[in-house]
């Protein structure tokens, strides 16, 4: 079966948006605790965690677990704050 | 998140064998417990409950405890490998019957654009020229697992998924479908298409 057009917009768009990535998913997860934190305090990301945000960016899979993580954890940040 | 004055406290306490092991495991589990019940909600049509999966996070993050290298909270760094656990389940749940067997590499990235007969004649060959230039490239540069790879992205399927179906690994995936994607951006931006076109002539 074809494309439907509202794939070929989706792939359009990713390839737009499309960046070079120096890192793969495994070295994302190493270091994702510590980049959630960042984010979480709103610290800014240091240089060497730039890669982590690239990643993120372009790879649907780690972007996802990235929002899971951040809303679990605004959840138990929430708790201590209204406890 | 609960304050931890010492980021070795978790660790040490896990790996004891008096009844604190039991305690902070059951601690452990009440904290991936709140988070997941929240995070996984409605996630991948909802097919999952959190209590279905603490269970396997809470042997991964105890298999995994050599991992922890302090960067960050111990419960923010185990609550990340809860995350992943609870979300590979839920994608192998909610993708258990799709299959990638029909999709062939020859077929898998056909285009078949209609003419849009209300777009005026500039835009219909914007149109016209984007579509052929994209059949170009993906007839060139993409291989076929790059094909199968991106047709079933597009088809809803995630990197993870769609690499425990090809006998390969998330890693491998992930790369292969970046690589495509890189390769058609370069293939447009050398035919003089930047990336303004190639989204606002299919938006």
């Given amino acids: 079966m074809p494309l439907s057009e509202e794939q070929i917009a989706k792939l359009l768009g990713m390839v737009a948006a499309s960046e070079a990535d120096c890192i793969d998913c495994d070295k994302c997860f190493d270091h994702l605790a510590e980049f959630a934190e960042a984010e979480l305090t709103h610290r800014e990301i240091p240089d060497a965690m730039k890669h982590i945000q690239v990643h993120l960016e372009q790879c649907p899979c780690c972007h996802d677990e990235f929002t899971a993580l951040m809303t679990a954890l605004r959840t138990l940040e929430g708790e201590v704050t209204s406890g | ?203």
């Fill in chain 2, 1 to 203: 998140m609960s304050p931890e004055p010492d980021r070795d406290e978790w660790v040490t306490r896990l790996r004891s064998d008096s009844d604190d092991r039991d305690a902070a495991i059951e601690e452990l589990r009440g904290i991936i417990l709140r988070g997941l019940s929240r995070s996984l909600n409605h996630r991948y049509g909802g097919c999952l409950q959190a209590e279905d999966v603490v269970q396997d996070a809470l042997l991964k993050i105890l298999d995994s405890l050599d991992r922890f290298e302090g960067r960050s909270r111990f419960t923010t760094w185990a609550m990340t490998v809860a995350t992943r656990v609870g979300i590979s389940e839920l994608r192998r749940k909610h993708c258990q019957d799709v299959s990638l067997d029909s999709l062939k590499p020859e077929d898998s990235m056909k285009i078949e654009v209609e003419d849009d007969e209300e777009a005026s004649p500039a835009q219909r060959m914007d149109r016209k020229f984007l579509t052929q230039r994209l059949k170009d490239l993906i007839s060139s540069e993409l291989s076929g697992k790059q094909k199968i790879a991106v047709r079933a992205l597009l088809e809803g399927m995630p990197v993870e998924e769609i690499a425990s179906r090809t006998g390969s690994n998330r890693n491998a995936v992930y790369k292969l479908v970046h690589d495509a994607r890189l390769k058609l951006r370069e293939g447009f931006e050398q035919a003089g298409i930047v990336a303004d076109d190639v989204t606002t002539i299919f938006a």
